[in-house]
Nanobody
Framework: QVQPKESGGGSVQIGGSLRLSCALS????????VAWFRQTPEKEREGVAA????????YYSDSVLGRFTIARDRQENTLHLQMQNVKPEDSAVYYC?????????????????????WGQGTQVTVSS
């Protein structure tokens, strides 16, 4: 239905900041739940943050709450993840995922089964 494409990954020092971007083709970031997940060899896929619209409150996992922020750029059809005060445990491959049209995020936003279209991921490495 849509094709997410992540960018902005790289290496960052502990306590630093990084901005990830998810560009959607074939669909709009409006009127659907779009989320960020991350995965490491040691952990299963984990929901990081999600948003339905600029007017709706975003969702964050407890591990990133207060440090990561979601922002939408409707002009560029892009969803951003602003990462601040990063920690070593933030190192992972970050994936952008889009739910079907008109699907709100709700309390199941962190369930991978909610999302139909996934990007290929971008690596984030937090160095000490």
């Amino acid at each position: 239905q849509v094709q997410p494409k992540e960018s902005g990954g790289g290496s960052v020092q502990i306590g630093g900041s990084l901005r990830l971007s998810c560009a959607l083709s074939g669909g709009t970031v409006r009127s659907r739940c779009v989320a960020w997940f991350r995965q490491t060899p040691e952990k299963e896929r984990e929901g990081v943050a999600a948003a339905f619209s600029v007017d709706a409150d975003p969702y964050y996992s407890d591990s990133v709450l207060g440090r990561f922020t979601i922002a939408r750029d409707r002009q560029e059809n892009t969803l951003h993840l602003q990462m601040q005060n990063v920690k070593p445990e933030d190192s992972a491959v970050y994936y952008c995922a889009a739910a079907p049209m008109y699907r709100s995020c709700g309390p199941t936003w962190h369930d991978p089964a909610k999302y139909r279209d996934w990007g290929q991921g971008t690596q984030v490495t937090v160095s000490s």
